[in-house]
């Protein structure tokens, strides 16, 4: 009897225990099993990397603040490392993803990310960052959302849908890697996919017979959020709607100044998040576009991703040519005018009830300034490599985090330059000195023919001006110095710049890189490091328990148990605070006794 009002008392303050420690930051876990499967998503069967037995990977879904615990199992044959892309990992770049914080996970090895997504809303996207992965799948969609005391800056859609668009090739990626490596180009993608699917045949000569598409099914007199992601490999893509405009609300985590678009230019590593008014008469089905730009469009028909948006009360199938892209194709500035649109909505609140426009990034001093240029590929020590400023980087064979952790010296150089070098190209590991709680100023400098975006783990930046030609100090003057987009992907035009500003206030090691997939692996990056002299927990947590070790740290790493390591890395944290509280329970019944 005793023991089984215990329980009784036990179970009820448990739950007010529980309630009350994670009332503020809840946790949110997630399972991902990464493996190889079959699948033709361009009509030709290949090899694809599949979460969860899912191509594309399953949303991840969080509210700001949350505690985000995701246990990645490596089924494939070869080492992997999954990047949260946009996700700001504040004071924790240990579990940024890339090779600069984290040595990767062996096959058949699990490894437990996780993180904390603090004062963030938005839109963003994972993708396995190591061997040219990505080009064969293992991407999805991150969402965090709004607590519910702070206000969206629109009323509650009625639906939330993702969309990940992408060029597609139909060789798997370790033959992609081979292309690479023998000093080649990829040449024109196979296709694009839309949320892993191919073209609906909406053209019987180029898209073949067979192929499974995608259908967005919608119900009339409704507004939808749609969260679009180009996950692709190098190609620009131009989303659109046919009969509807995209009414832009949201990219990378900001707000945005709502303005209509019927088409948006979406560049490899970008997201946003459109309002879409489903206000049409639903004739018949309306033709879902993301098709590539700036090339010969004429030669590239096929690399032409199409969905379908059907209406509840749709009375027929789409048929008829494709809405037009714009008509720019010799006309280098509609792009770029349509890119410097996108502006900051000043006025609504972000992830905190202060309005965003409270940060007034014009008004600070600039503390650094660096001019990265990059220039089509180079040979360098007879091999084929893709540089910035000069350098193509070179990944340590034992990451630059933990290389400062265990203070071993040779592994990095801190000597990036502020200016491009002079000289020949060099592979080095070069990074950045970033200055703690100083204000960068970086100029993306596009020197290669074709469209390159660029991304920064750890912080989101100001894009304050782009222009075509090369920058020039005289160029500040046509900064946007009120309300330039925050965002963690920027696309810089070819033959062109694009300058941003970063409050460096995120102490760790932070992967600076192009998201143009084949000139990162081929050495297009760098790291910013940000050390606060004064070491402490509130601006950097502790090496995670569970950290792994390689290089010349290899000899700490204790083999895994792989039979048990999914309960070794879920369980246990869990477990730890079952058995906290019930001690903690125990005492307390004991003393009230």
């Not at 809840?26 to 399972?31: G, L």
Request: aromatic share 12%; charged share 15%; hydrophobic share 35%.
């Amino acid at each position: 009897m005793a023991l089984s009002r215990f329980w009784g008392w036990f179970l009820i303050h448990i739950a007010l225990f529980l309630s009350l420690c994670y009332a503020e930051d809840p946790f949110v876990f997630y399972d991902f099993e990464v493996t190889y499967i079959t699948a033709s998503p361009l009509g030709v069967p290949q090899q694809v990397i599949a979460i969860n037995n899912k191509f594309p990977g399953p949303t991840i879904n969080s509210t700001t603040n949350n505690n985000v615990v995701i246990n990645v199992r490596n089924k494939l044959d070869e080492s992997l490392l999954m990047h949260w892309s946009g996700i700001q990992q504040r004071r924790s770049s240990w579990q940024d993803g890339v090779l600069g914080t984290n040595c990767p996970i062996p096959p058949k090895w699990n490894w437990t990310y996780q993180f904390q997504v603090k004062d963030q809303i938005g839109s963003f996207f994972y993708f396995p960052s190591l061997h040219f992965q990505r080009a064969a799948g293992g991407f999805g969609s991150f969402i965090i959302n709004n607590r519910p005391i702070i206000p969206i800056p629109f009323d509650t859609p009625d639906g939330d849908i993702v969309i990940l668009i992408g060029d597609w090739y139909t060789r798997n990626h370790t033959a992609l890697r081979k292309v690479l490596d023998a000093g080649k180009g990829l040449g024109m993608p196979d296709g694009v996919l839309i949320n892993g699917k191919g073209p609906y045949r909406y053209n019987d000569t180029l898209v073949p017979d067979g192929i499974e598409y995608e259908t967005i099914n919608v119900h009339p007199g409704k507004t939808y959020r749609l969260r679009v992601h180009n996950v692709g490999i190098s190609t620009s893509l131009n989303f659109r709607i046919q009969s509807h405009n995209l009414l832009l609300a949201e990219s990378e985590g900001s707000y945005t100044v709502q303005q209509n678009y019927t088409s948006l230019d979406i560049h490899v590593g970008q997201s946003y998040s459109f309002l879409l008014s489903t206000d049409q008469n639903a004739s018949s089905d309306y033709y879902i576009v993301a098709s590539a730009r700036f090339v010969n469009e004429s030669q590239w028909k096929q690399v032409t991703g199409v969905a379908i948006l059907r209406y509840s009360n749709s009375k027929g199938k789409a048929s008829g040519p494709l809405p037009d892209p714009p008509q720019d194709e010799f006309d280098k500035t509609f792009s770029m005018n349509q890119a410097r649109s996108i502006r900051w909505n000043v006025s609504a609140s972000g992830a905190r009830p202060n309005p965003q426009g409270s940060f007034r990034y014009g008004s600070i001093n600039v503390t650094e300034v660096y001019v990265l240029r990059n220039k089509p590929p180079e040979t360098i020590d007879g091999k084929r490599r893709a540089t910035l400023s000069g350098i193509s980087f070179v990944n340590p064979a034992t990451p630059i985090r933990l290389a400062d952790q265990y203070k071993i010296k040779g592994v990095y150089k801190l000597d990036f330059p502020n200016k491009p070098l002079t000289g020949a190209p060099k592979m080095e590991t070069s990074v950045i000195n970033g200055t703690f709680r100083g204000f960068m100023e970086v100029i993306l400098q596009n020197n290669d023919t074709k469209m390159h975006t660029y991304h920064m783990s750890g912080y989101a930046f100001f894009v304050v001006g782009m222009d075509y030609g090369e920058w020039s100090e005289n160029s500040r003057g046509t900064y946007n110095k009120w309300d330039g987009i925050a965002r963690s992907t920027t696309q810089v035009y070819p033959g062109a710049w694009t300058a941003i500003l970063i409050s460096l206030d995120n102490v760790g090691v932070w992967n600076l890189r192009t998201e143009n997939l084949d000139s990162w692996y081929l050495g297009q990056e760098t790291y910013v490091r940000v050390v606060n002299p004064e070491a402490t927990n509130k601006t950097e947590l502790p090496m995670p328990d569970n950290a792994l070790f390689c290089g010349a740290l290899s000899k700490l790493q204790k083999p895994q148990d792989v039979s048990s390591s999914l309960a070794t890395s879920i369980i246990e944290g869990r477990s730890k605070l079952f058995f906290t509280v019930l001690m903690i329970a125990s005492t307390l019944f004991l003393v009230s006794r």
